[in-house]
């Protein structure tokens, strides 16, 4: 099989920058979904901007509240964590009014209160467009954190839900569809971090392992996990998990469902790496306490092989993942 290009080969231009960024700041906490700072606080921020990340005559506001809430708490989710605190920060655009605030903020609160997540302040502001920025606050988990790094040679990759149905919403979104409804317009509008999945898998494993979510896409998460650890993978495309909707919409569009899978992004889904025996005692116990399946294995090399169906498959195209520069 023809080996893909090194880790290093595979970097988009945002990934780079924010690689020099972290030398400029000598940014030592920066390189996973959180900060893990010394008194085992968890700490990251997301900004959601309109016209990037979301479109207002797609969504409603309480639609957006809730987002820009589940997507920060799904990096909590990919360390493990338990979220406590959330401090929210909007950026108003001219003739956003006090109903427009109440509409939004429901959507927080909803989201928020689901997970049992603490609003505890932010900021208002005036600007061109709609902004929210927001930072979470948890706890690492009482059996241990799970970071980027912790995959080695042997371990199982792993991972939660389906992929691609977010961006097989969006295509119905913006073909105009309605009604709003279904698995995969749900996927992209109300996202739902994989807190309970994480807090699992981090009590089968300790802090033994690898883990992170695949907001950017499971591309993105693939070698963002092999980069931190300085492992190879090697990923079977046919055993990612498709939803039977996600590959309707994709027949329909002409596209083939597993590049939504791999390059879509805003699944939420968690990929991570576990030892291959515990894994397999795992599997003993049944699916029924197991919400990951497998889908690759790691290897001792520097590179990310695919296959489908037995068969060698195209290296990835990091060109095709979502770059915010």
Not at 14 to 20: A, V
Not at 217 to 234: F, K, N, P, Y
Not at 297 to 304: E, K, L
Request: glycine share 10%.
């Amino acid at each position: 099989m023809k080996a893909a290009s090194s880790l290093a080969g595979m970097l988009t231009d945002e990934q780079k920058l924010i690689d020099s960024i972290k030398t400029w700041v000598g940014g030592n906490l920066i390189g996973d979904d959180c900060a893990l700072i010394a008194s085992q606080t968890l700490v990251s921020t997301d900004a959601l901007v309109e016209g990037v990340h979301f479109r207002r005559d797609l969504m409603t506001l309480e639609q957006i509240g809730w987002k820009a809430v589940a997507v920060n708490i799904s990096d909590i989710a990919a360390m493990a964590g338990r979220p406590r605190y959330l401090f929210v920060t909007v950026c108003a655009p001219a003739g956003f009014c006090q109903n427009d605030f109440r509409s939004l903020y429901q959507g927080i609160t909803d989201c928020a209160r689901q997970y049992r997540v603490t609003i505890a302040g932010g900021d208002i502001t005036a600007g061109e467009k709609l902004m929210l920025s927001l930072t979470v606050i948890g706890d690492v988990h009482e059996n241990g954190c799970l970071t980027r790094s912790g995959a080695k040679a042997g371990d199982v990759i792993v991972a939660t839900g389906d992929f691609g149905a977010s961006r097989a919403g969006l295509s119905r979104l913006l073909a105009g569809e309605t009604p709003r409804n279904g698995h995969a317009m749900e996927r992209h509008i109300r996202p739902q971090p994989r807190l309970s999945e994480s807090w699992t898998l981090v009590s089968k494993t300790g802090s033994m392992g690898a883990l992170m979510d695949a907001s950017d896409g499971l591309a993105d998460a693939l070698l963002q996990i092999a980069r931190a650890s300085s492992v190879g993978l090697m990923v079977e495309l046919g055993s990612i998990p498709v939803h039977e909707e996600t590959k309707k919409i994709a027949a329909a569009a002409g596209v083939d469902p597993i590049d939504w899978a791999l390059y879509g992004g805003e699944d939420y889904e968690l990929v991570g790496c576990i030892d291959a025996n515990v894994w397999g005692e795992w599997r003993k116990e049944g699916s029924k306490n197991n919400p990951f399946v497998p889908i690759g294995i790691v290897t001792d090399g520097d590179s990310i092989d695919l296959t489908r169906y037995g068969a060698a498959a195209p290296p990835l195209d990091m060109t095709r993942c979502f770059q915010h520069l």
